[in-house]
C-alpha cells in the first residue's frame, strides 16, 4: 500500500469492537504490536481533531498487501 493510502473500517467492526470494551488505547497498541511483529523499525502515531477526528499509526515493517488490508477491515475477517 501507498503512505497516502486511507482505509477505513466498516462501520459495524468500529461498533463491534466498542460493543465488547475494545478502547482506542487498547486497539493503538494492538496496532503498535503488530508493526513490532511486522519488523517495523519506527512506527509513527499521528492524531488530529480538526477538520474531523483521525489517527493513523505508519510504520516501516513488512506490512500486509493492500488487498490483505481491505479484508482486515471488514466484520468477521481474521487475517
Known amino acids: ?28 497498541a494492538d496496532l503498535v504490536d503488530n508493526s513490532i ?14 477538520p474531523s477526528d483521525y489517527v493513523a499509526l505508519l510504520d516501516d515493517g513488512h506490512g500486509m498487501t493492500e488487498d490483505r488490508t481491505r479484508e482486515a477491515m471488514r466484520l468477521g475477517r481474521v487475517c
Open 1 to 28: 500500500m501507498s503512505a497516502d493510502e486511507v482505509v477505513v473500517p466498516e462501520p459495524q467492526l468500529m461498533e463491534s469492537m466498542r460493543a465488547v470494551g475494545h478502547t482506542l488505547e487498547a486497539a493503538i
Open 37 to 50: 511483529t511486522a519488523n517495523a523499525r519506527r512506527v509513527d502515531l499521528h492524531f488530529a481533531s480538526e
